[in-house]
């Protein structure tokens, strides 16, 4: 992991940036994931995107009510 910057509808976000290498039988899956657990609520997820069997997944945070 390494400090990193992203942007998603929610604004711009400071925050860890985490890549994941995943083998399989099928052979290797990278997921990349942004997160700030201090500032967000349920994991610090602000931004994901991965492969999947039906193409490319981005998931990115759009609100959230702090605790």
């Known amino acids: ?6 942007t998603v509808p929610k604004g711009t976000f400071e925050c860890s940036y985490v890549k994941i290498r995943q083998k399989t039988d099928q052979g290797t899956t990278d997921t990349e994931l942004w997160v700030n657990p ?19 997944v981005t998931i990115e ?3 959230f009510k702090a605790l």
């Open 1 to 6: 992991s390494k400090p990193d910057t992203v």
């Open 38 to 56: 201090e500032l967000v609520p349920i994991m610090g997820l602000i931004k994901m995107a991965s492969e999947s069997q039906i193409g490319p």
């Open 61 to 63: 945070l759009t609100d």
